[in-house]
């Protein structure tokens, strides 16, 4: 059972230093364009110390496309709490409502036909 589970909290743990590397900076419009980068790259770093690994350790017990869809639904989880918590941002029902497609859409890639 551990097997199934490490890639998942790796893949969280990444996908928490990505959504800083890539939205992070909006906080801070007034930083220069080229810190920004570097910064970003720096975090980039980190997360990619949690990815390989996850990918990895996951390749053993899930196929290639069972490891993206679960990394693109930890993303989506890891950036909604992002947008409202720490951009301040709503979340709109259109937007459940599209995430819930996606997770349609797991089931299908998940379910053994």
Do not use: D
Not at 12 to 24: D, E, L, P, R, V
Not at 66 to 74: A, F, S, V, Y
Not at 78 to 93: A, M, N, P, T, Y
Request: charged content about 10%; overall charge positive.
């Amino acid at each position: 059972m551990i097997r199934f589970v490490i890639p998942i909290i790796l893949l969280t743990i990444s996908n928490i230093f990505m959504t800083f590397a890539w939205y992070g900076h909006l906080k801070v419009k007034a930083a220069p364009i080229f810190l920004v980068i570097l910064i970003s790259w720096g975090i980039a770093f980190f997360e990619y110390c949690f990815q390989v690994p996850a990918n990895r350790i996951g390749h053993e017990v899930y196929n290639a496309a069972q490891l993206k869809t679960i990394q693109e639904i930890i993303t989506l989880i890891v950036f909604s709490f992002f947008s409202v918590l720490f951009l301040k941002e709503s979340f709109k029902w259109n937007y459940l409502a599209g995430f819930i497609l996606i997770v349609i859409a797991a089931f299908l890639i998940f379910k053994k036909w």
